[in-house]
């Protein structure tokens, strides 16, 4: 049932691709689609080896600057790397983060919620949401920072804390949906029926709380990349000599009244990311969830 | 205001379970003995600092000592600067609070009138551009946005400066960097309010007496529409907190953001669980009293 309801959500999107076409959303789909690909294939497309360190070739502007050079398109760092194939290094890891992450929170929001939204008004759904709370008092960021001094810094490490801290919002969503769905007329008669709370749960609320919580979960994997690039580019993220975003920004602060560009664009490539994946987010909740408030907030 | 009391209860769960988070926490990752010993203590040393400070106890026993100590304003002694970690944050706090509430003054500054223009100019291409530059807005890492203002308003062309926190100037760059996302977020709920109410039955009422439109606008739809952008300041308070801890590092402000990193670097865990618990503290202080205004703004909702 749940894969009949995925594999309709597929069908919905295919068929609200052509009768709900929206310029942004497409290129929100395709600008995420290269994204995708290139930290793929990274390995075999990048111009120069990411991680070479060149001391003959160091703070070459891009290729339009005077000085810069069409062998490094858009320059070199201040240890002489090429910029253009670290950007694509980088992606890999802010995509890694991003769906793994939201991976991880989404199961144990979508779990809890499920629970929370059934059990409504019990002490579970009370001590659930109570946690919920809890967990909404602490900014993520604050969250993550504090988890980082558990463990040591790295890409697993940063998965399983971004995902561990940002579940709550999940559970919440999910379990206002379900509260509504649990007082439609065929979970009504299917608990008339002495079907069992399992079968319920699986069969009837699940696949109706799916296509809101896919489409929170797009715009959530944007938040977990913003939150990737935070903590490293605070250098308590992903550690040199792995590449992201966030240290290649941070690299090129201290030689920003000299090098622009070091910093300029790892920061372009976040927020093109970041976009893409809100445009493609926004469109997926106008073809599945017409019902879905803009903004993606729908608590009770 | 038997509202405010029952949600006055229901904090008190949150806030314990809270403790529980930063307690666990602190027990997994803390080491103090490590931390105040000298590296070549022997191993007799430090059974004899653990006994005293009760680390063999039992973990729920620590736990009620820790709480304890709490209720009693004790949140331990930072080993780095050997005082009262509570006193440390208590010194910074204010600096963070005032850029937070800088940041928040200039997104309200800039996305109220944004948003209603957007709305009053529906479908144009006004209402295209401010909704480009909102979306924009929120997609921009705040660091990013931080370094790009510092790159062209205080490297090239020098009107502000680099970082530090003396003069209001100084204020500038560190309070627009983070108000940027917030802005974007209440221009887009502005605009979508404002249009709500535009089509309200007393709007409508107004017009059709013939009053001028800019009085239809400034009487009736302006305030009416502000009252769900009180709940977005609210809502958003702990993610702007977050921001900061960010946007301090950026500007070298001297708040409790870059008091954490330090700890963090340092392992200084009465530091650290006391800024989370600080910063908790507030965003439940200011979501009560964000659900208190709505209430009065909008007497329409009731709580029962």
Do not use: C
């Not at chain 1, 990048?46 to 070479?52: C, I, L, N, Q, R």
């Not at chain 1, 065929?186 to 399992?198: I, N, W």
């Not at chain 1, 560009?261 to 490539?269: D, E, M, N, Q, S």
């Not at chain 2, 988070?21 to 004899?48: C, K, Q």
Request: glycine share 8%.
């Amino acid at each position: 049932m749940v894969q009949n309801k995925i594999l309709q959500s597929f069908r919905t999107v295919r068929s609200g691709i052509i009768q709900n076409s929206s310029p942004l959303g497409l290129i929100g789909l395709i600008t995420v689609s290269v994204i995708i690909i290139l930290a793929i294939l990274a390995p075999w497309i990048v111009p120069h080896d990411p991680f070479k360190i060149d001391a003959t070739n160091r703070l070459i502007p891009p290729f339009w600057v005077v000085d810069g050079s069409m062998n490094h398109i858009l320059g070199t760092d201040h240890l002489g790397r090429d910029i253009l194939s670290r950007l694509i290094y980088g992606g890999r890891v802010s995509l890694l983060v991003g769906f793994l992450s939201v991976l991880i929170a989404g199961v144990i929001g979508l779990f809890l919620g499920l629970i929370s939204g059934y059990f409504g008004g019990t002490w579970i759904d009370q001590f659930i949401m109570r946690f919920v709370d809890a967990m909404l008092a602490i900014p993520t960021l604050l969250l993550v920072l504090v988890a980082i001094v558990v463990f040591e810094p790295g890409i697993v490490t940063l998965i399983l804390v971004i995902g561990l801290t940002s579940w709550a919002q999940y559970t919440r969503l999910v379990r206002g949906e379900v509260l509504s769905v649990k007082e439609r007329e065929f979970v009504q008669s299917a608990t008339t029926l002495g079907a069992s709370k399992g079968y319920i749960i699986r069969k009837h609320i699940l696949p109706n709380v799916l296509s809101s919580f896919i489409v929170v979960s797009t715009i959530g994997i944007a938040t977990a990349i913003m939150t990737e690039s935070s903590l490293s580019f605070l250098g308590l993220g992903i550690q040199p000599p792995d590449i992201t975003w966030g240290g290649m920004l941070n690299d090129g602060r201290n030689y920003i009244a000299t090098s622009w560009w070091i910093a300029t664009f790892p920061g372009l490539a976040i927020t093109i990311t970041v976009l893409a994946i809100t445009f493609l987010g926004d469109w997926l909740r106008d073809i599945l969830d017409p019902k879905l408030k803009k903004g993606g907030d729908a608590d009770e | 205001m038997s509202y405010l009391k029952r949600s006055l209860l229901q904090v008190i769960p949150s806030l314990l379970l809270l403790t529980v988070i930063i307690f666990a926490l602190v027990y997994v990752a803390g080491d103090p003995v490590s931390s105040m010993l000298p590296e070549n203590a022997t191993s007799e040393d430090r059974e004899i600092l653990a006994e005293s400070l009760g680390l063999n106890e039992p973990f729920y026993v620590q736990y009620f000592q820790y709480l304890r100590s709490m209720v009693t304003g004790d949140f331990g002694t930072s080993y780095q600067y050997q005082r009262p970690a509570l006193e440390l944050v208590l010194e910074r706090l204010p600096a963070t609070l005032t850029l937070s509430l800088m940041a928040m003054l200039i997104a309200i500054i800039i996305s109220i009138p944004l948003g209603i223009l957007a709305a009053l100019k529906r479908n144009t291409f006004v209402d295209f551009l401010v909704s480009g530059i909102s979306i924009v807005g929120k997609a921009m890492p705040n660091f990013w946005i931080g370094i790009m203002l510092i790159l062209f308003l205080a490297v090239q062309i020098q009107i502000f400066p680099v970082s530090g926190a003396d003069t209001p100037a100084h204020f500038v760059l560190p309070a627009f960097t983070l108000g940027v996302a917030l802005a974007a977020e209440m221009t887009r709920l502005v605009r979508a309010s404002v249009l709500e109410v535009i089509e309200e039955e007393y709007v409508q009422t107004a017009r059709s007496k013939g009053q001028k439109e800019s009085i239809v606008i400034s009487k009736h739809v302006f305030l009416n529409s502000l009252i769900p952008v009180v709940t977005i300041v609210g809502l958003q308070f702990p993610q702007l907190i977050g921001g900061a801890i960010v946007v301090e590092t950026v500007f070298a402000w001297p708040g409790i953001g870059r008091l954490l990193l330090t700890a963090i670097e340092t392992s200084d865990m009465a530091i650290i669980q006391t800024i989370v618990f600080v910063i908790a503290i507030f965003t439940i202080v200011v979501n009560l009293l964000t659900d208190l205004v709505y209430r009065v703004l909008d007497p329409r909702i009731k709580y029962n």
